[in-house]
């Protein structure tokens, strides 16, 4: 790897942890003042919303943060294959979101457990459609990820001034969706016109046949994006389902998969930042090293925040949420194979030329997942606990196909260029 190159690689790795532990910084500040103001119930109202909304954000997102940002990264110096590019993404993400709103608002018409917490869902869906258009793919592509970093720590400082301004009362929920908006809202602006007036990129006329071609290459990776949500967003739905609104059950549970999806997204700068480099470059020693200096903190991290879960809740969240680290303590074997999981996932597996053994490793973790989920509830059996159980053994599966991809394609990698992972 040339100087140049590594010195690209080192910057946008630093930009992402700067995005990541800015995300630390303020959810310490925001989440406990929230968990504090709203208790168990109304977090809960919260967190069943967002759980429904992240399908609707994986349907516009469509697969884009991946598919997208490989077609930028290969075609990075032809500024007319960009704008063409970023203008297709938003014709379909429009075209989706207006599907997304469609259902929505039928559901909200037509089941009364929507109907109570209509507005909710509205500002919910909004906060999400803002930020679903965030041309994220283009920044990551072109390897530039100090525009997207300023403008995620802009977003969350907004957020987190106007809570703590305006949010007093539990009956305000509803505000934490509605300051998201603002920010993103507020944030589109502010990339688009950088994306305009720095990179370069113009809406351009893209005929139907191009819009088609750029849908068509991003389904596979939708699909492994719907699996992941099966046994993410969709543990939160359930629960919700299975409860009664209010219900603190969910409000725990959901506490505790926010500070286990919080420690996983320290692990994204390091595989967001290998994507596009292992793309061009293939520099698969360099992974080896990576996970060596990677994984013996974070199993020790785990070990640790395991053993005082409970406490660490309590002082995190409040004492109402002292219950969340029984919790905590089952999901973070999670934590613990995360690095693993991304790094070998698309930064390896697309310079191979296996990527779509990525999405089927996901896709086949997530029928496994589904089946699982029929079982508890139909044998009676279904409760926070066995969802836990079920959604480590549902990660495990992703890390050990994908271990053994890899591990049967080694000779391929060493013979195309002398390395080996």
Not at 285 to 294: A, E, F, G, M, T
Not at 337 to 366: C, D, E, H, R, W
Request: glycine share 6%; proline share 3%; charged share 15%.
């Amino acid at each position: 790897m040339t100087d140049n190159k590594k010195s690209i690689l080192f910057k946008n790795t630093i930009f992402l942890y700067i995005l990541v532990f800015s995300s630390y910084f303020f959810a310490f500040i925001a989440v406990p003042y929230q968990t504090r103001i709203l208790g168990p119930e109304y977090f809960g109202r919260v967190g069943f919303a967002l759980a429904l909304m992240a399908y609707f954000r994986l349907l516009i997102d469509f697969g884009f943060i991946l598919s997208a940002t490989e077609e930028v990264s290969n075609k990075r110096d032809n500024i007319q294959e960009l704008s063409k590019l970023v203008t297709a993404v938003n014709v379909i993400k429009g075209f989706l979101a207006t599907v997304s709103f469609i259902i929505l608002t039928i559901l909200i018409l037509t089941i009364s457990r929507f109907q109570e917490d209509s507005l909710l869902y509205v500002l919910v869906f909004l906060s999400i459609i803002s930020g679903a258009f965030l041309p994220d793919f283009l920044y990551r592509g072109i390897e530039k990820m100090k525009t997207i970093t300023l403008q995620t720590v802009f977003i969350q400082a907004l957020f987190v001034i106007l809570l703590f301004l305006f949010l007093k009362d539990k009956e305000q929920y509803y505000l934490i969706p509605l300051f998201t908006a603002v920010g993103n809202i507020t944030a589109l602006s502010v990339v688009y016109i950088h994306a305009f007036r720095v990179v370069g990129i113009r809406l351009v006329k893209v005929s139907p046949q191009y819009i088609w071609n750029v849908f068509k290459k991003s389904s596979s990776f939708f699909y492994s994006r719907i699996a992941t949500t099966v046994y993410s967003s969709t543990n939160t739905f359930i629960l919700g389902l299975m409860y009664p609104i209010g219900n603190s059950v969910v409000g725990l549970y959901s506490s505790a998969d926010k500070l286990v999806s919080t420690a996983k997204s320290g692990f994204s700068p390091i595989a967001d930042s290998l994507f596009p480099y292992m793309v061009r470059n293939r520099d698969f020693k360099l992974v080896r090293k990576i996970l060596y200096i990677l994984m013996p903190p974070v199993v020790i991290g785990c070990i640790v925040v395991g053993y005082f879960a409970n406490d660490f809740t309590a002082f995190l969240l409040g004492e109402e949420f002292r219950e969340a680290g029984n919790i905590l303590r089952l999901l973070l074997p999670i934590v613990a194979m995360t690095p693993i999981i991304y790094i070998l996932g698309f930064p390896v597996l697309t310079p191979m030329g296996l990527s779509k053994q990525a999405n089927l490793s996901i896709i086949f973790a997530s029928v496994f997942h589904v089946i699982g989920l029929i079982f508890l509830l139909y044998s009676g059996n279904f409760s926070v606990i066995t969802l836990c159980y079920l959604t480590v053994i549902t990660e495990a599966i992703i890390l050990i196909y994908r271990s053994i991809i890899v591990w049967n394609n080694r000779v391929k990698i060493s013979s195309n260029k002398g390395q080996d992972v």
